[in-house]
């Protein structure tokens, strides 16, 4: 067990050089009789070797048997730096943020590598070594000085995980809460705009599902048939605001609807309801069908309206028209009412004579028979023609009856031909009437077509006497058009004048109610018989008539052949 030989390492300053190796040998000599006994290799217990820096290292001797065919020929010692060891063995890396050391069971510290930092939280590690002939611990010392690693361990990684998947969701929840919310609000508020909008409604609602009952009604509906809306809700055909004598017929027109086959029209179909009351009126319906959110059609909807005002206006009106139109017919009349006295005057002016004739004869004695009745002749002759006159202007202004008739058109050129003669014999006018014999009838209304030809005609001669034409001419014309519409045959009347024509200026307003150049005119004239025309189907229009004057023409619809 005596020193043999000895080297130390070239690489650093030499370790044994102040006070050699002696200390330690007990120890070693420990150590080779353990290695001995185990015919293996043993460690000694470390031991402190001041150096000659000042400053120490700790030591660990290991001694190895040297054997050589089964004999022991001596003993192989190394000795190790603890601290070298590790600063040998573990990376600068992991030495910056741990401190490594080598300790005794006990905790005394033998070598440590690393920084010997501080901070609020310690993580330890041990490791037991457990080496032949001596123990140590390796202890590792890692230091938090603020927060730890964001996982310290697998347990917190998952809580962190789900704690952020709750977060995360709780975010998530809040965030959908909120939309739901907002889309809610915004339902409520389409909603409320609805029903607003359904309450101020003045047309009634009502909805129908496929098997006819009634799957809702608007106030407006309610208000309108006077029935309340459990009155009304549910309830199949008959419905209660059909009126009982019509059940039947609206029971089949539902049932055609229901069934699909027709399509209700879509401007609607007038019928009538019946309020609760009792009392009939007319409704305006149209229908569209209900189709839901699917696409499939769950019913029909139907908007209805009260149309009993809007009848009354349009009676209103067309009573006001009619009230119009005889009232230019009695202001033409009044115009001619002096043509008309003076036509008067030369029947009753020979009656007169024709009396005042009699009475001297009847003052003779034998007054001659054959002359007093020559002259009651002539006076009742007389008589009579002033009555025609008379006549056919009271027929004129009399007559009242709206229907559509079918009249021959000489009939309503003849009918108006004494009122236009007497004018124009007064404006000294040739008036020539152009009518063939073999026209259709024309179907209108009488009274109406007389009173536009005689508006027609007086123009036509008022404008040639106010232009002071020479030889002044009216040609009043009928004459069939050429088939058209699917062989419906139509008959046009003209008056032609030779007058000044109509500036431009008067074109523009010539149809305008109340528009007139004459000083006593009414401006009546043309719009009223415009509008009789149209009643009728035709159309009204005007035109130069060459060379000089004037032709509007007038088509009224003939009688359909049998
Ligand atoms: P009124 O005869 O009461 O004036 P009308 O509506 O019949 O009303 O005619 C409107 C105007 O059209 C007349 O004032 C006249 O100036 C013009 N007019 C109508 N017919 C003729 C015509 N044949 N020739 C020239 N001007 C005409």
């Known amino acids: 067990m005596e020193l043999v030989a000895e080297a130390d390492t070239p690489y650093r300053p030499p370790v044994f050089a102040r006070f050699g190796r002696g200390n330690s040998l007990p120890d070693v000599q420990q150590a080779c009789a353990a290695a001995r006994r185990t015919s293996s290799h043993a460690y000694a217990r470390s031991h402190f070797v001041p150096q000659l820096d000042g400053l120490g290292l700790e030591l660990m001797e290991l001694c190895l048997p040297h054997v050589e065919a089964g004999r022991l020929l001596g003993y192989v010692v190394a000795t190790y730096s603890l601290s070298d060891l590790l600063s040998t063995h573990i990376g600068p890396q992991m030495g910056r943020s741990q401190e490594?050391?080598?300790?005794?069971?006990?905790?005394?510290?033998?070598?440590?590598?690393?920084?010997?930092?501080?901070?609020t939280r310690v993580f330890t590690a041990q490791q037991l070594l457990d080496l032949p002939g001596t123990t140590m611990v390796l202890r590792m010392d890692s230091w938090r000085r603020s927060e730890p690693d964001l996982f310290p361990n697998v347990l917190?990684?998952?809580?962190?995980?789900?704690?952020?998947?709750?977060?995360?969701?709780?975010?998530?929840l809040g965030h959908d809460t909120r939309r739901r919310l907002r889309v809610e609000q915004d339902l409520a508020d389409a909603l409320a705009f609805r029903k607003a909008m359904e309450d101020s409604l003045v047309t009634g609602l009502r909805a129908r599902d496929l098997q006819g009952r009634t799957t809702y009604v608007n106030p407006a509906f309610c208000q309108m048939v006077g029935f309340s809306l459990e009155e009304l809700l549910g309830q199949g055909s008959p419905a209660p605001y059909w009126p009982p004598e019509r059940a039947d017929e609206y029971h089949k027109r539902q049932e055609v609807?229901?069934?699909?086959?027709?399509?209700?029209?879509?401007?609607?179909?007038e019928s009538v309801f019946m309020r609760k009351d009792g009392t009939r009126f007319p409704v305006l319906i149209i229908e569209a069908p209900l189709i839901n959110a699917q696409g499939l059609q769950t019913g029909w909807m139907s908007a209805v309206l009260d149309i009993s005002e809007q009848r009354r206006v349009e009676e209103l009106s067309r009573a006001s028209q009619e009230r119009l139109q005889a009232t230019a017919r009695l202001a033409t009349v009044g115009e001619m009412a002096s043509l008309l006295s003076h036509e008067l005057n030369q029947p009753l002016a020979a009656i007169a004579s024709y009396a005042t004739g009699s009475i001297n004869l009847l003052q003779e004695n034998a007054p001659p028979a054959r002359d007093l009745q020559l002259a009651m002749a002539r006076i009742a002759e007389q008589a009579d023609r002033a009555g025609r006159v008379i006549k056919s202007v009271h027929d004129f202004v009399r007559r009242r009856d709206q229907a559509r008739e079918a009249v021959p058109a000489r009939a309503l050129v003849d009918a108006v031909l004494?009122?236009?003669?007497?004018?124009?014999?007064?404006?000294?006018?040739?008036?020539?009437?152009?009518?063939?014999?073999?026209?259709?009838?024309?179907?209108?209304?009488r009274t109406m077509v007389e009173q536009v030809l005689l508006n027609l005609a007086r123009n036509a001669m008022q404008a040639m006497d106010e232009a002071r034409v020479p030889d002044p001419a009216l040609v009043l014309q009928v004459r069939a058009t050429p088939a058209r519409d699917g062989g419906r045959r139509w008959l046009e009347f003209s008056v032609a004048d030779v007058g000044p024509g109509i500036p431009e200026e008067v074109q523009r307003q010539l149809f305008t109610p109340f528009f007139t150049t004459k000083a006593e005119g009414m401006g009546l004239g043309l719009s009223l018989c415009r509008t009789v025309v149209e009643q009728h189907g035709g159309s009204l229009v005007y035109e130069p008539h060459l060379p000089q004057g004037t032709i509007f023409r007038f088509t009224l619809p003939a009688r359909p052949e049998p």
């Open 100 to 119: 490594i050391s080598f300790t005794e069971a006990d905790g005394t510290r033998l070598a440590m590598h690393g920084l010997a930092r501080r901070g």
């Open 156 to 172: 917190t990684a998952l809580v962190t995980v789900m704690s952020i998947a709750l977060v995360t969701v709780l975010f998530m």
């Open 257 to 269: 609807r229901l069934a699909g086959h027709n399509a209700p029209p879509r401007e609607g179909f």
């Open 418 to 445: 004494p009122l236009v003669n007497l004018q124009a014999r007064k404006l000294r006018v040739g008036v020539e009437i152009r009518v063939a014999d073999d026209l259709p009838q024309v179907v209108c209304d």
